[in-house]
């Protein structure tokens, strides 16, 4: 059976814990410094768009030296990555202008961005574009074009705060969270 004396000193301990506990969550609330005038821009952005199918028709040749149950239609197809283009312009600035690769040994991995760039606080035209790069190689029907996503708005930036531009691959769209 604990003694009276136990019972003051567990007591005695609790209260010096939560007195020490309400310092450390009161020092957090006091504001350190001045307020700097940076923002952060940060980008978020994953798309699994990254590949697109091209097609070519065999020779009358290839297809003789194929055993008769491989030949099919005549027509191979080859899954080929496709980069993307990721440009920000924040007022007219140039701050990232940069070929984004799909990931993996085989580049077969959805495309990934995630940065963030410190800016200055205040209004600013924002305009994001991530476009894929379409090249000779890759050049396909408007159907089966990767799709390309954009962002032009006017925004607010504040100091101290994080501004969030991520890919929503569902919806097809570019979002901004915070300006």
Same mark, same amino acid.
């Given at each position: ?5 136990? &019972? ?46 091209? $097609? ?9 030296? @194929? ?9 191979? $197809? ?7 283009? @990721? ?7 140039? @701050? ?8 993996? @040994?085989?580049? +077969? ?19 994001? +574009? ?24 006017? &925004? ?11 890919? +929503? ?11």
């Amino acid at each position: 059976m604990p003694t009276f004396r136990r &019972i003051r000193e567990l007591g005695l301990r609790a209260v010096v814990s939560a007195a020490l506990l309400a310092i450390v969550v009161l020092a957090g609330q006091v504001p350190w410094g001045e307020p700097g005038d940076e923002a952060v821009l940060r980008l978020v952005l994953r798309t699994v768009h990254g590949r697109v199918e091209v $097609c070519s028709e065999r020779s009358a040749e290839e297809m003789e030296r @194929l055993p008769v149950h491989m030949r099919g239609s005549g027509e191979i $197809c080859e899954g080929v990555p496709v980069a993307y283009r @990721l440009r920000v312009v924040l007022d007219g600035e140039t @701050l990232v202008d940069e070929r984004v690769e799909p990931r993996g @040994l085989r580049k +077969d991995r959805p495309h990934n961005v995630d940065r963030e760039i410190a800016v200055r606080a205040g209004r600013s035209a924002l305009k994001v +574009d991530f476009l894929p790069e379409m090249d000779a190689t890759t050049a396909a029907p408007e159907r089966d074009a990767p799709p390309s996503y954009r962002l032009d708005r006017e &925004i607010e930036l504040r100091p101290d705060r994080v501004t969030l531009v991520f890919l +929503d691959d569902s919806a097809g769209a570019l979002e901004l969270v915070g300006g």
